[in-house]
Structures are given as C-alpha cells and as structure tokens.
C-alpha cells in the first residue's frame, strides 16, 4: 500500500460507451482513496461495479441473486458443485486445482439468504485474470454432472456396500456440512430467527439446506435452478483494486461472448408488515447428560426498514450500536443486570444481508418459563430510552466506532475488498444505490447534523422501528437431550420405510451407483485435462521475502519496535508482558485476567464509564495471550532430533493492543495506562457476568470448530506452547470457567487473590515490549504517549525461570452432542529454522489438496480434511471437520503417511504445491497484523534471514527431497496422538476396535 491519499485519476468518463459497457456513473470517494465506476454491459444487461483503488489484492466477484424457493439447499449444493468443473475445464474438481497451484490470496464461494457470491483474490496480475477467467467459465458453464449432484448433494449408499441386508445411508458434502450446522445452537437460533420473522418469502426456507429436506431434492431441479439463475442479465460483478477499469472491460467483453439478455424473475419480495408480534418455540441438542439448566435462550426479533432506504438503515445501526453495542448499552446492561440469563444472546445485534433489516436481543442462559418477562424487560427498557433520551456520550461513542470501521484499513482472513462488498451489498442487490454505504465520514457528518436540528433523532428511531412496530418475534430455544436420538431415529425409520418399498434389483442398484461414483471419485484427471487450466510456474513466483519495517529503539529504558507503515491515520499500541514464568497454578487463570481488565473499572470510574470512554477514544481495546518455540538453530538434520525436543524452549507473552485515531492518542493511551496500573477487580456482580460471558462464548465455539478443538487437545501432550494454547483456548479452560461458574460464591475470594497476584506480577517494566505502529507522524505521537505510560508503570519484576507443566501424551475422546465427528491426529514436528522445515511444509500442502481432500471430502463425504504444519509451536496436525466417520479418517491419515513416504510426487504437483505453498506464505496483511506479525517472529527469534532461507527451501524443493524428508520425519513414528470430538455413542464404539484406546471425556 502506497501512502496515496488520493483516489485514482477518472479514466472512463459516465456515459461512455466502452467495450459493450455503458458507463452509468463515476464517483471519487477520498475517504477510501477509491474511484468508484458503474456499468452495464449493453448487450446482457450484466451489472458492473469497479472501485479502483492503489490496493494491489485485486478482488473478483461474481453474485447472482438466487432466492430458494425450498429448504433442499438448492443454491449450497450448487454453489458447491458449479465449482466442479465445465466443459472447457472439464476437470473433477477444478476448485480444488485452483486451490492448490495458484497464488491465490482469497478463492471461496458463499451462499446467503437471498444470493450466492464467487469471491477470487490474488496480489498478482497474470494469477487474477487466469483466476477470473477460471472462476466465470465455472459459473456461467458448468458441466453439473450426475456424479457431482450425488457427491456435493446427496446419495444413497448402504450402512455396509457388502451387505444388503444392511442399512440405507444418506452421504453428500453438503448434506454432512448442514448436519453440523444443524448442531450447533447459534446457527438454529438464527435460522429460527429469520424464518420466522420472514414467513412468507423465501428468507422462510433455508437456503444452506436442511439435513431432512436435502434428500428430496432431484437432478433436474439442480439444473433447472442453474438454467434460472445464473445468467449474466441476474449477475451482478463486483471488481476492487489497482487493476485498471478499462483491462476489466476488455476482458469481461470476451468472457460474456456468447450471452444474450433473458428474462430472470430472481425479486426478492418484501414481507408484509405484522399487525400483531409473534412467538415461536425451538430446540436445540445437548448431550444426554448435561443439566438442562440455563440453557434456554430467548430472542426478541423485530423486522425493521427496508435496506435500500440507507439513511434509516444508519440510523438503525447508530441506534442499535448504542442500546447493545457496548457495556454501556442501556438495554444490554438492563438484560444482564436483571439476572433473568446468563450473557446476552450471541445473535443479538443488527442484521443487514437481508431485503428488510432485522435486530435482535436476547439472553442466554436462562429458563423457558423466564421468557415473558424478559421480553417485557427488553420493551420497558426501550421505552425508558425513548422517554428519558439516550446519553449522549453514547451516542457520540457509536458514531467515532461507525467513523473509525469505516477509515480502518482491515484485512483479517478476508481481503479489505470483500469488506467493501458487504456493504455494496446490502443495497444494491435490491435496487439501491450501491456506494450508499461506502463513504462513512460523510455519512457520519449528516447524520451529526440532523442530530444538531433534531436532538430526539435516536429517541424517535426507538420509538418508531421498536415501540411502536409490531412486527416482532419471540423466539425460545431450548435444550433437547433427546433431540440427536429423535432425529437420527425418525431418519432410520424413513430409510428403513424407504427400503422396504424397494426391491431387490432397486437395492442392488442403489449399491451398484454408490460403487460407480466412488470409482469415478478414485480415477484422477488425466493430465491434458489438468493442462487446461492456466498455471504459474515456480520460476513466475517472487524470490525474496517481504520484510515489515522493524525499528529497535529505548523507551524509558524498555525495548521497543516501530514499524513504519501507512495506517490511513490510525496508531496501533501493543505491550507484550512476559508471562512464561508464572507459576502453574495461576496459568490457567490468564485469559480471564485479560478479559477482566479490559472490561471492568479503573481509575475510580465504574465498567460503565470505562466502557463510554473506551467507545469514544478507541477504535478497539483487547488483550491476548501468545506462546510459541524459539526458532532452534541447533537442530540437526537427524531425525532424532525432531523426536527427541525433550530441551524445547518456548516463550509466553501476554499482550494488550488499542488502537485510536491519531487525534486520541493521548487519551487512548491513558486508557491503557488507568488499566494496567489502577484497574479495578472489586465489582463481583461484573466479575461473574463476565466469566458467564466468556464461558457460554467458548461453548458455543466448540461445535462450529471442533476440528480445532480437538487439535488442541491431542497438540496440548506434545509441546509447551501447544499446552498453553489448551489450557488457555481449549476444553481445559471451559472446564475452569464452568466450575468457577458453580462455584462463584464459594471461590471468588480466592480466585480475585490470585487476578491481583498475577497482576502484580506481570504489569512491570522488567517484563515489558512495546510495539509501535502508524506513519511517521502517527510513530512519533505514539512514542510521546508511551513515554507517559511508562512513567506510570511499576518497575522491577523481570521473569523468572521457564514454568515447565507436565506432558502426558494420551488418546482422547470429548463427547459432545453432534451428528458429525471431529478427528484429530497430531504429531511434534520441527521449528522453522530445520532443514526439514521447508519440505514438510511442502508435504502438508500437498497432502491437503491432495490425498486428503480426495479422501476424506471427496469419497468421505466430509466438509472438510486437512493438515497443518505449525512450525511455530512444532506440531503436524491432520484434521477433519464435520466428519460422517471416525475410524476410516484414522485409517486415511495412516494411509497418507504410506503414499507420500513410498511414492515420489510428480513433477505437476510438485510444481502445483510448491506455488500454493509460497501463497500461503504470501498472504497479504492489514497494517494491524503486520505490526503484531514482527513482534511476534522477533519473540520466536525468527529473523528475515532465516524467512529467505526457508522461502528458499520451498523454492527449490525437489521430488527426491519431499520423499527423504516424509520418510525421515514420519518413519520414527513421530509420537502421534489422538482426539476425537464425536457423539458418546460413537466414541464408545470405535473403542471396541481401537488397538490404543481413547479415554472418553465429557464436555463440561
Ligand atoms: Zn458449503
């Protein structure tokens, strides 16, 4: 990112015609520093949007407006299976092959309520077009065969091929990927949520699909829907980046040859207003025995104003923002005052991917019977708001949040421009203006202004969108120990029905298609097919790493580094205290430490007024934990040295990052410094609300990422970093916070005495690093506030010796209430700076698109199967996610050690991992995360040297290596452990053939 303020120089002028696109209208946005064009391609009526800017991640995207007219997943399972290939890509599964040997930085496809986006990124120019290129001829020309529909949708298979007196079974992709979705709480209380509010359009059906109603869906509707939808007169393109409009055009031009205009009906209609609220009653699973208590959850949902209509749709969020966006939020602090529930509902909040905008609040934790009076809570308290009027401070705090998202440079696991493309979004695929959204600070301006000639402006938004409008949902979800039993028994009553309407022939032909299409699955495209596809070659890749600006200064005598970058005049703070002496038993109790001082009261002011002032000085408040290996140069290439790692070094960090705008530095920086040197731990009611929050927010993680989970668990005997990673992020924390839960009144006394020990001991100067990042003007504002800071910071207290825990390496099972499994195999693997370092990450890129994907997804039917080589903590996971199998995952991972440890890979796919590798490692990053990436590889050790050596050993990686180092890591056999989140039944079972037992464990 250059550090261009502008935006670029108009080149097309509106009302120009230029390669079949009509310019409709040009608009500079400088507070993005973006040029805005939107055009429509004359002959197919194909809505283009560019926004030009210096940012060199292009985006491309394709939505076509798909609303379903069922629950059968018609628009997931296509969306999943345009992908597969086309007939000039005639490939099995050319997503995978572009995954695999592209740079891409961002290749994905979604399906929302109402459309189905194709998103592909890349840094590289030659990279992006062939990837658009790609991507549209899929879209717009898919082969959709029979065994693509049977693989990514659904298809009958019996229980065991062998036997036909066995059980029918449902297997598909995107089957097994909506029964995870349908077990995890969040995702049913949403659904219930917009179903319901929505009940006569298609928001009324469920787009992804519901594992019942998948089964019904038939070949020739899947096309027909295709045929409907996916035309360029229904497709809308957005573009972002520094690729020039007129190179789009000309290359959209030839890609749409060859369509015409059609007639599509994809309107979206609006739902008719309610003349009286609703109420709705759901369940979710929970396992058999788990206490039923506080496990309720209530929504309140209204239906709000159109998306289109923008000025109202800000407003809403301003308002939204302010009643529950922060701690100071008088309708959240009424909800958890009130202990009526738990924490706030995790879908509460405002929701704009729709037609008509929905908000919704809520408690968690609570009991069915408690719903009426929550919902009257939540309608006394608005009322209070409209009448007494809002803060203003609270308001003032929304919009500087509104003002500082929309001035953030963020690129998270997204880029910046699919950000962008969200807001887009939400008006123009119902007719509105498509920049409506997009220049917040002027937007923020005319809104202050109405707020100066009108001073009820938020008050009467209360009134109108929520007082007054009926249009509202009750929505109870509660939990069902019996609902996974009934589910799973209703199936095998409609299989075992289905089954004995069929004949024998049926049955058999059942069996015999099964076989056909896992043998269809198992032969590999030949390779003038994969040829096809346009491919970079190791030689086109860039040789030298990308290095961040570090500078190593002193400040008041404490190591800090600055990182000079364009920042769009925002200043990131981060201080790095060492923990990795803490004593063993307050280790554990770090995460809340961190969340307890971030989000309670200093300085003599109370959570609420800390909160008000966090709102409207920062653009964001937090803190971390970090543990990782030292970068070993003493490692050997024997491979007794990667098994051995009985002498691991590693270090902990714990760290608070803010980040202002530059005006607010000062008082931000004081912010920090009121908490680390005058926090507050005397509220216990806050105390205990924050514990529920953060436990109920933790539980809720473990079904939608379990496959991680279960990467903790097994990586947690393997190294100390990985240990802490568990301890602080996995199920050892949940089950601390549970107890302590249970337990408050009792332990509290002691649990505060040891918050304030660790406090004492850690904010100290000794401990400290700072890290600086913002331009230089930003830089040198920071240094004077850090300065300041740590004029106020204690000294003494440097860190003691390692605190080592002890390693037991063991077999795990987590039961947990699933239709779906989560298997994970785990081994300890070398630091960055091994020879073998280099290959093996080679080798895990390899066997994910490869072997793995082809087995367990592909012909396993799983969402997902993967590793990963964290060179970081030393660790080399395999891993699958919403998993219909257990023991045959474990036999694939067996598997793959065999293949890449015998067979040498060919030249196409090496060349293939070895330019997806290097994507990988090129991922670009917001100036946020490149500050916080060299502080972190400076704790590692991990120099820009020993960057290039690695990138290096990636480059030149040859067959015959990649095969020495599989045989030289993975023949040992690595010390490799198991854990599987699955259902109680199924870890039961495969116990009964496991050699090495799993030690079953309940989620608590
Ligand atoms: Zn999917």
Same mark, same amino acid.
Request: some cysteine; overall charge negative.
């Given at each position: ?78 969306? #999943? ?73 659904? #298809? ?314 009926? #249009? ?335 390693? +037991? ?75 219909? #199998? ?110 090495? +037992? ?7």
């Amino acid at each position: 990112m250059t550090q261009n303020h502008k935006c670029p120089a108009i080149t097309i002028s509106q009302g120009d015609s230029r390669s079949g696109f009509m310019m409709r209208r040009v608009e500079q946005i400088p507070e993005i520093r973006v040029t805005a064009y939107e055009m429509e391609h004359e002959r197919t009526g194909a809505r283009v949007l560019h926004l030009h800017c210096d940012d060199r991640e292009n985006l491309y995207a394709i939505a076509f407006r798909t609303p379903p007219p069922d629950s059968t997943g018609l628009p997931h399972i296509l969306e #999943h299976s345009v992908l597969a290939g086309s007939e000039r890509y005639p490939l099995k599964d050319a997503f995978n092959e572009l995954l695999k040997g592209t740079l891409q930085t961002f290749l994905n496809a979604f399906t929302y309520p109402d459309k189905t986006i194709y998103p592909v990124a890349s840094q590289v120019r030659v990279d992006y077009f062939n990837l658009a290129r790609v991507y549209t001829d899929l879209v717009l020309r898919p082969r959709l065969l029979p065994q693509t529909f049977a693989q990514e949708g659904h #298809h009958l298979d019996l229980a065991d091929p062998k036997d036909p007196g066995s059980d029918l079974i449902v297997s598909g992709i995107v089957y097994n990927e909506m029964k995870g979705a349908y077990s995890s709480p969040d995702s049913l209380m949403y659904k219930a949520l917009q179903e319901n509010l929505y009940p006569d359009t298609p928001y009324a059906c469920d787009s992804g699909g519901s594992p019942e109603a998948i089964p019904s869906l038939t070949y020739e509707q899947f096309k027909a829907f295709h045929r409907a939808y996916y035309s360029p007169s229904n497709a809308y393109w957005f573009l972002y980046g520094d690729i020039p409009t007129a190179d789009h055009l000309i290359f959209l031009e030839e890609i749409l040859a060859g369509f015409e205009r059609v007639q599509v009906d994809s309107g979206i209609p609006s739902q008719p207003r309610w003349d009286v609220p609703s109420a709705v009653r759901g369940y979710y699973p929970v396992a058999k025995a788990e206490s039923m208590q506080k496990k309720t959850t209530v929504n309140v949902g209204w239906m709000l104003s159109e998306n289109t209509d923008h000025d109202t749709a800000l407003l809403l969020q301003i308002t939204a923002g302010a009643l529950v966006g922060s701690a100071a939020g008088p309708l959240r602090k009424a909800l958890i005052d009130s202990g009526l529930g738990e924490d706030l509902s995790p879908v509460t909040g405002l929701e704009r991917d729709l037609k008509q905008i929905a908000f919704a609040v809520g408690l968690r934790g609570t009991e069915p019977q408690k719903a009426q009076q929550i919902e009257k809570l939540i309608l006394d308290t608005l009322r209070r708001v409209a009448g007494d009027g809002f803060d203003r401070e609270l308001i003032e705090g929304t919009l500087h949040q509104v003002e500082f998202q929309g001035k953030e440079i963020q690129r998270g696991t997204f880029p910046y421009g699919i950000t962008l493309m969200g807001r887009v979004f939400h008006t123009w695929l119902y007719g509105g203006d498509p920049l409506a959204g997009l220049n917040f600070p002027r937007l923020i301006e005319a809104v202050r202004r109405r707020w100066a000639e009108h001073p009820a402006l938020f008050e009467d938004v209360v009134r109108k969108w929520f007082l007054v409008n009926p #249009h509202r949902l009750l929505s109870v979800m509660e939990p069902s120990p019996g609902y996974l039993d009934e589910q799973e028994a209703s199936f095998r009553n409609r299989m075992s029905g289905i089954k004995a309407t069929l004949p024998a022939d049926a049955i058999e032909k059942i069996r015999r298609d099964a076989e056909a299409l896992k043998s269809f699955q198992a032969q590999a495209d030949g390779p003038e097919t994969l040829a096809c596809l346009p491919r970079l070659n190791v030689r086109d890749l860039e040789r030298t790493v990308e290095t961040i600006p570090t500078e190593r200064m002193s400040i008041g005598g404490v190591t800090a580094l600055t990182h000079e970058l364009f920042t769009n005049g925002i200043a990131y703070l981060d201080m790095a205290f060492d923990i990795s002496d803490i004593p063993e038993d307050l280790q554990p109790c770090l995460p809340l430490l961190g969340k307890f001082m971030t989000n309670m009261g200093a300085a003599g002011l109370d959570y609420e007024q800390m909160a008000k002032r966090i709102a409207l000085k920062t653009g964001g408040f937090g803190s971390s934990l970090s543990a990782g290996l030292f970068a070993d140069r003493e490692a050997q290439t024997d491979h007794k040295a990667i098994t051995g790692f009985s002498e691991e070094k590693h270090w902990q960090k714990m760290i608070f990052r803010v980040s202002a705008l530059y005006r607010h530095i000062g008082d931000a920086v004081d912010i920090l410094a009121d908490v680390l040197t005058a926090g507050d731990l005397s509220d216990e009611t806050r105390m205990r609300d924050l514990l529920a929050e953060k436990k109920n927010r933790l539980h809720a993680a473990v079904i939608p990422s379990g496959h991680l989970f279960a990467k903790r668990s097994a990586g947690a005997s393997l190294s100390v970093a990985a240990f802490r990673d568990e301890q602080w992020s996995g199920k050892t924390q949940l089950e601390l916070l549970t107890n302590l839960m249970h337990a408050f009144g009792d332990r509290k006394e002691a649990f505060r005495d040891k918050l304030i020990r660790l406090k004492d001991l850690i904010f100290r100067r000794e401990r400290l690093t700072l890290n600086l990042t913002a331009d230089t003007e930003g830089l040198a504002m920071l240094v004077r506030a850090a300065q300041a800071l740590l004029a106020r910071l204690p000294m003494g207290g440097p860190a003691g010796p390692l605190s080592v825990p002890e390693l +037991k390496p063991r077999d795990t099972g987590v039961a947990i209430p699933a239709q779906v499994c989560y298997v994970a195999k785990v081994m300890k693997a070398p630091t960055y700076t091994d020879p073998l370092a280099a290959s093996l990450w080679v080798l895990s890129r390899q066997l994910s698109s490869g072997y793995l994907y082809k087995h367990i997804r592909v012909q396993g039917g799983a969402y997902g199967g993967m590793c990963q080589y964290d060179p970081m903590n030393g660790l080399f996971a395999f891993l699958s996610y919403r998993d219909p #199998h257990l023991l045959t995952t474990l036999d694939v991972y067996r598997r793959a050690v065999d293949i890449v440890t015998r067979e040498k890979i060919s030249v196409e796919d090496l060349e293939k991992a070895v330019v997806g590798a290097i994507g990988t490692l090129d991922r670009p990053m917001d100036p946020a995360g490149r500050g916080l990436t060299a502080l972190i590889r400076t704790f590692a050790g991990l120099t820009d040297a020993d960057r290039q050596t690695f990138r290096d050993g990636v480059l030149n990686v040859t067959a015959d290596q990649l095969q020495e180092t599989a045989v030289r890591y993975f023949e040992p056999a690595a010390a490799s452990v198991v854990a599987v989140y699955a259902a109680e039944e199924r870890l039961t079972r495969a116990n009964e053939v496991l050699p090495a +037992k799993l030690t079953i464990e309940r989620l608590s």
